[in-house]
């Protein structure tokens, strides 16, 4: 099966995954090996002073997978820049997933602060990865602009709603020549299956996995769906009809 | 006495104990140096300059690192 490609690296791999939200260090990284994940989302956030030693890095192998810095907590363009650059100070890579969400409530990404920060970020030479509102305008404006990818949401960050930006995410796909990552409010591996079933090139999952009462086999379960859909996607589905077509042979019944 | 806003909060020091480095004030916090990267009055400081930034009365410092996140 063809591999996923952003910018210049290949991934085997079409699940990226968020490490946020996990019971333990332990059942993270034990949900990322299930995952069979390469590329792996992080948060930067300030030292809690009276509680140093909390560290999630330690438990992921940068041998085995690319982290992915996020700008999460980021309300402008100018915070989701200067978390990029201290992300790329921190790890030595310059790889972001941009993120702007000023709305407390549904998280949604903000279009013209997200564009913004991508201009800066481009030129300054990281990968951008955005996470976007499923805008095919927006998503057009940002890969023209330089960006690695798009990453527009199926529904709210940690809804577990699915796609309800199916027929949006449709025209993204059809119109992208940057890999399309659909990202947040995927709940379930049929979720998953459906977003790779309609020809997006990978999904992002973290609150369904980690919040799961068994996260690595959830893990399991989303690596097995994203496979499953890539596999649908490349084996040219039909598309529905109203009426019935029979499956059986419409001649040599036994009857006069 | 002097002082260094560290992560929003003021933190005062006999002149005598203020921290002369990043790194001097990163191990008076218990701060393990490898997993941080920092800010000194909005200047990034990655892991491998700690030891020769210093500091000086009223700086204000952030002190970052990577948590779970999606």
Redesign the interface.
Known sequence: MSKLAIAGREFASRLLLGTGKFASPQAMADALAASGAEIVTVALRRVDIDNPQDDTLRHIDRNRFLLLPNTSGARTAEEAVRLSRLARAATGINWVKLEVTPDPYYLLPDPVETLKAAETLVKEGFVVLPYINADPILARRLQDIGTATVMPLGSPIGSNQGLRTRAALEIIIEQSHVPVVVDAGLGLPSHAAEAMEIGADAVLINTAIATAAEPVEMAAAFRLAVEAGRKAYLSGPRAPTDKAEASSPLTGFLRD | MQSLR????VRQFPVQEMPATLSALLEK????AA???A?VDGR????GEFTRTPLADGQSI?????????
């Open positions: 560290v992560n929003g909060q916090l218990g701060v393990e997993t941080v990267v800010e990034i400081v990655g892991p952030e002190l970052v690192k990577f948590m779970g996140g999606g």
